[in-house]
């Protein structure tokens, strides 16, 4: 197995790739910056030296953001992809016949190296999320609706958070939504920026984890002075198998799934 260091490198809402030269194997198809790892080098010592060979830019390497292992005809890879930034540098056709920017919903526009079709799913996922984590943070209240037996509930709620990828809610587990929560996991909210309207279908599963449950309370100081991480009260809720459906008087809906 061949071990591939690649840089997803964002600015602002597009993030680079590079189109591969006609000569070389998967010729023309576009992909990630980046290349094989040398003798005794780390993936992020190799993704450095790729990225000044290939675009003459020093990078900073950051967190790792997927790794994925594809099977081609020839060669078995192991393709991880870091989290970058441009120190240093512009960006030059060094290696590649194309370099562009481009947004999450350009993707389907281009033809990519099959090892990253994974990845791709996963950066459109990231990008439908943050755009409902952004609507609602910006809402700041929202209405959640739950199921009670045969009767449906609705309140107020004011918490979101972005953690491991995912949207999550929280409440205190003395209360009647978490039990509803745990009676029937199927959930819709709605929310109103005065312009636009969210109406979103998901289900709740709970993450017991402590660290979710703190990344919530820090995203939220004032719930500390009533729930603390660990303190058999405080439940956070992953949303998942979400449908996000964004309405106005003035555009056609845009519905987003992740």
Known sequence: MTTVAAALIWDGQKFMICQRPPEKKRGLLWEFVGGKLEPGETAEQALIRECQEELGVIVTVKELFMEVIHEYPDITVCLKLFHAAIAEGTPQKLEHVDI??????????????????????????????????????????????????DQPRVRPFGTIDLFDGALYIQTGKKKEVSRQLHANPQIELCAFDSSRWLRLSATVQEDDRIEAQQHMLDAYPHLKSMYLPGDGNTEVFRLAHVTAVFSSFTEAPQTLCF
């Open 100 to 149: 562009r920017w481009i947004t999450p919903a350009e993707i389907p526009q281009y033809d990519f190296c099959p090892a990253d079709q994974e990845i791709l799913e996963r950066i459109i996922a990231m990008d439908a999320i943050n755009t409902v984590y952004d609507f609602l943070k910006n809402c700041q209240t929202y209405y959640l609706a739950t199921v009670d037996h």
